[in-house]
T-cell receptor
Framework: KAGVTQTPRYLIKTRGQQVTLSCSPI?????VSWYQQTPGQGLQFLFE???????NKGNFPGRFSGRQFSNSRSEMNVSTLELGDSALYLC????????????FGPGTRLTVL | GQQLNQSPQSMFIQEGEDVSMNCTSS?????WLWYKQDPGEGPVLLIA?????ELTSNGRLTAQFGITRKDSFLNISASIPSDVGIYFC?????????????FGQGTRLTINP
């Protein structure tokens, strides 16, 4: 069974631009969570989607948004990029999203110049 | 909000030595998870703990879910070079039907051959 895939793996943008990251969960998994990882703040939860609905949200500004499609694939969008948005963005999928284990993708490394 | 204090932040050991790291929190979690992250990859789940007091092993790894549900430790016995990486603890709790995963800051393990 294929693991979680994320595209693109690397991305360079400039301040003010917007970006869309994609995540394909493990087949059959319906929950997708997004995390931001930086050296200073560690892994921080952005949001979770389950069956196309946002079920949980972390403490990030409204510039960070996401959505989930009927096939459970998810996208994350960041608008009006800031230098501080440079980070590794990880998505994780789980079968039902409660007690089930989360499996992480390799991440998308975003650099904002 | 929920925070995890993971220690130590880094460890430099000789190959063959045992390793111990732990996480504490002022919050109560339903599940404790331990992940390992290699450079350029997402975290990989090592051990999941679901009950207070639970002691679980996975090969040379042993982890325990603290009886108060506020702490956990991970031990690695007889370390080998491939154990190098960053280890994260994570506490999981369910809020309003949605899971929330809170990560520690990580322990960077370096092994001298």
């Amino acid at each position: 069974k294929a693991g979680v895939t994320q595209t693109p793996r690397y991305l360079i943008k400039t301040r003010g631009q917007q970006v869309t990251l994609s995540c394909s969960p493990i087949s059959g998994h319906r929950s997708v969570s997004w995390y931001q990882q930086t050296p200073g703040q560690g892994l921080q939860f952005l949001f979770e989607y389950f069956s196309e609905t946002q079920r949980n949200k972390g403490n990030f500004p409204g510039r960070f948004s996401g959505r989930q499609f009927s096939n459970s694939r998810s996208e994350m969008n960041v608008s009006t990029l800031e230098l501080g948005d440079s980070a590794l963005y990880l998505c994780a999928s789980s079968a039902r999203g409660s007690r089930d284990e989360q499996f992480f993708g390799p991440g998308t490394r975003l650099t904002v110049l | 909000g929920q925070q995890l204090n993971q220690s130590p932040q880094s460890m430099f050991i000789q190959e063959g030595e045992d390793v111990s790291m732990n996480c504490t929190s002022s919050s109560i979690f339903n599940t404790w998870l331990w992940y390992k992250q290699d450079p350029g990859e997402g975290p990989v789940l090592l051990i999941a703990l679901y009950k207070a007091g639970e002691l679980t092993s996975n090969g040379r790894l042993t982890a325990q879910f603290g009886i108060t549900r506020k702490d956990s430790f991970l031990n690695i016995s007889a370390s080998i070079p491939s154990d190098v990486g960053i280890y994260f603890c994570a506490g999981q709790l369910t809020l309003q039907g949605a899971q929330k995963l809170v990560f520690g800051q990580g322990t960077r393990l370096t092994i001298n051959p």
